[in-house]
C-alpha cells in the first residue's frame, strides 16, 4: 500500500475573472460582497495604508485609467462649418473673437472722407439700419409690455412641468438603484450562507482526510509490523525445523561400531 503521510490538505487555486477574459483580459479582478464582508477598523488602515502606498509607487495617472476604455466617437459637424470652427478652436483653447460693434456706431465719414459721396451713401445706409433696428427694439418693447407676462407665465409653466418630469425621472432611478441594491443585499446574504456552509463542510473534509490519512498511515504500520513479525516467526519454525529433521535422521540409523562388534 502507497503511503500518503505527505497527501497536502484539499485547496482549489482562485483566479479573476479578468485573467482570461473580458476588456481587463490579463489583469485580477476583485470579486467581494461588501454587504456581508466584515472588515475591522486595524485591518481597514492596514488596507487603506497599503493602496496608499501603491498609489505612491504607481507611475500611472488617473488619466491614463481611461486609456484602458473603448475610445469615444468624435465629433459629428459634416454640413455645420461654423460648429467645425468653433469645435477647433475651443480644443485648440484659442481666445474667443470679440464681437465687432462698428456696426452699431452711428459715425460720420472721417475728415479726410468728407467731400467723398461713397463714404457718405455708405453712412447714410449704416443710420438707416440703425434707425430700423431701433424700430425693431419699440415693437419688442410694445410686445413685451402687452403680452410679456403671459409668455412669462407659460414659459415657467412647462419649466415647472419639465422640472417635474425630470424629477419623476430621479425619482424613478432612485427606485431602481433601491430596488438593485436590495437584490444584491438579499443576494449577497443568500451567497453568504451558502459561502459559510461550503466553508464549513470543506474544513470538515479536510479534517476527515486528515483523520482517514493518520489512520492509514496507523494501519500500514501495523501491516509493516505484521509482516515483519510474521518473517520473523516464519524463519524461526524453518530453522527449528530444519535442525528437528537433522536429528530424527541420527536415531533411525545404527551406530557403525557395534555392528561390527556383533559380527
Not at 50 to 56: G, T
Not at 82 to 111: C, I, N, T
Not at 228 to 248: D, E, F, I, P, R
Request: glycine letters at 8%; charged letters at 25%.
Amino acid at each position: 500500500m502507497a503511503s500518503s503521510k505527505s497527501a497536502p490538505m484539499l485547496a482549489l487555486p482562485s483566479a479573476g475573472h479578468g485573467q482570461g477574459y473580458g476588456w481587463r483580459k490579463g489583469e485580477d479582478l476583485i470579486d467581494a460582497l461588501p454587504y456581508i464582508d466584515s472588515m475591522p477598523a486595524d485591518v481597514k488602515k492596514q488596507v487603506d495604508s497599503l493602496i496608499e502606498e501603491e498609489m505612491r509607487r504607481s507611475s500611472r495617472k488617473p488619466a491614463d485609467y481611461l486609456a484602458d476604455f473603448p475610445p469615444l466617437p468624435g465629433p459629428r459637424f459634416e454640413g455645420h462649418p461654423l460648429l467645425a470652427a468653433e469645435y477647433e478652436r475651443v480644443k485648440a483653447g484659442a481666445p474667443m473673437q470679440p464681437l465687432d460693434v462698428s456696426r452699431f456706431r452711428l459715425e460720420a465719414p472721417p475728415q479726410a472722407k468728407r467731400s467723398d459721396l461713397g463714404a457718405w451713401r455708405a453712412a447714410l445706409d449704416n443710420a438707416s439700419a440703425q434707425l430700423e433696428h431701433q424700430g425693431a427694439r419699440i415693437a419688442n418693447l410694445e410686445l413685451l409690455l402687452k403680452y410679456g407676462d403671459k409668455a412669462w407665465r407659460a414659459q415657467a409653466s412647462h419649466a415647472e412641468a419639465a422640472v417635474r418630469a425630470l424629477e419623476r425621472e430621479v425619482a424613478a432611478a432612485r427606485a431602481r438603484t433601491q430596488e438593485l441594491n436590495q437584490q444584491r443585499k438579499l443576494g449577497q446574504t443568500v451567497a453568504g450562507s451558502e459561502l459559510r456552509k461550503a466553508g464549513e463542510e470543506y474544513y470538515a473534509l479536510c479534517a476527515k482526510n486528515v483523520q482517514i490519512t493518520a489512520a492509514c498511515d496507523a494501519l500500514e504500520a501495523e501491516v509493516d509490523a505484521l509482516k515483519a513479525s510474521l518473517g520473523m516467526a516464519a524463519g524461526t519454525a524453518g530453522a527449528a525445523a530444519g535442525s528437528n529433521g537433522t536429528a530424527h535422521a541420527g536415531e533411525g540409523q545404527p551406530p557403525q561400531g557395534g555392528d561390527a562388534m556383533e559380527e
